[in-house]
């Protein structure tokens, strides 16, 4: 019975701090130490590495997108780099007569090469790296090229903003809640530092600071972007810099990506060493942010078995398994209604995405250590054809 008591506690004690503990921590530290940034309005030479296989659906709205931008035209560059693409992704970027865009046909697929070939050939002095189906608003680039002015800032990260278009069911509805709470940490982590690592959707960093990735089954993203504040350089967070997709999101296709981002984010975290351990509190937003996050299902199981076994002993422990039944119930219930309209009720819609995104996690981690690698790319428009 003691060893129940010790694991429930333990386990209830990391889940909560992941959840509540975390954020709470870096609102307190965001008022005790904030770190300004010099901003200025400073446009250096931008180029743009967009990756892409098979892409044909989006990459023309991509590129006009990019050449859009509020920004001085001579100071973009957009580099497409298609990787084996098979379909009419590089006809239409032939296609385009602006001298400021390049396509670079690569033969074997493959993101990381893609990447690394993008990052040597271009030409700015800022690296902009931004998926092939997200779209930037605007003044996103403005935005993100100010925080350059400042010589200790090495990269920013762009922020997601809702740009679905209607249909899918309930598990987008939970995931842009999840996003809410991700922004809010990400905007305390950058007021003291630097945030824990970037998103693939857009982040732009200094061309000299690129690391070129070697191992394939790694995200990308994390293992290019953690080098910025391991190296001495901030890594900032723009949340009005932001791009958004067009796509719908379902729960089987959103449920093998998130399987995927687990187990590629876990490698490319575990391969930074020592360092994820002994880099001050860079290395507890490396862990709380995203490493022991991915592991909570992990937590959740064992916390679940041992309150049933301790249920009987207290009420405390009765109304705390009341609790786990009933978010687990809500949890399937939104499942069950994530195509109705009642399946987008917050009731239901949060408990869902919570079990739906752990349950992901939990594959991940077990195909992680299973020795199970991923290298394709799967878009969420398209499932098996990208990232």
């Known amino acids: 019975m003691i060893a129940a008591v010790i694991v429930f506690w333990v386990c209830l004690a990391v889940c909560v701090y992941i959840y509540f503990g975390y954020p709470a921590l870096l609102w307190l530290l965001s008022r005790l130490r904030p770190r300004p940034v010099a901003e200025a309005d400073v446009t250096p030479r931008a180029t743009f590495v967009i990756c892409c296989y098979n892409e044909q659906d989006v990459i023309a709205k991509k590129i006009e ?15 497409v780099m298609s990787n084996g693409s098979t379909d009419r992704t590089n006809e239409i970027v032939r296609g385009f007569t602006d001298p400021r865009v390049r396509l670079v046909a690569l033969e074997t697929p493959g993101k990381m090469l893609a990447l690394n070939e993008g990052a040597k050939q271009a030409t700015g002095e800022i690296l902009v790296i931004s998926d092939a189906d997200f779209f930037l608003d605007h003044h996103t680039l403005r935005l993100m090229a100010r925080k350059f002015a400042d010589p200790a800032v090495g990269g920013v990260c762009g922020a997601r903003r809702s740009g679905m278009k209607r249909g899918g069911d309930a598990t987008g509805e939970g995931e842009g809640i999840y996003a809410q709470w991700d922004k809010l940490q990400k905007s305390l982590e950058s007021r003291i530092g630097s945030v824990f690592a970037a998103d693939g959707l857009l982040y732009a960093m200094r061309k000299e600071l690129y690391v070129p990735i070697t191992n394939p089954g790694q995200a990308d993203d994390i293992t290019v972007s953690v080098q910025i504040p391991l190296g001495g350089h901030r890594l900032l967070y723009e949340p009005d810099a932001t791009a958004w997709e067009e796509g719908t999101v379902h729960a089987k296709q959103e449920f093998r990506r998130k399987v995927r981002i687990t187990n590629r984010s876990v490698r490319a975290l575990l391969s930074i060493g020592s360092r994820l351990f002994t880099s001050g509190f860079y290395s507890v937003e490396l862990l709380s942010h995203k490493l022991v996050r991915h592991f909570i299902p992990v937590f959740l199981i064992p916390l679940f078995v041992s309150n049933v076994i ?63 690698q991923t290298h394709s790319w799967s878009t969420r428009a398209a499932p098996g054809a990208g990232q």
């Open 310 to 372: 301790l249920a009987f002993t207290s009420p405390l422990y009765m109304v705390l398994l009341a609790g786990q039944i009933a978010v687990y119930t809500l949890g399937a219930v939104g499942a069950m209604l994530r195509e109705t309209k009642a399946g987008r009720w917050r009731i239901f819609s949060v408990p869902y995405f919570f079990c739906f995104v752990n349950t992901a996690a939990l594959f991940g981690v077990m195909k992680l250590f299973g020795g199970q």
């Open 65 to 79: 997108n990019t050449l859009s931008l509020d920004y001085p035209a001579g100071q973009i560059e957009v580099l």
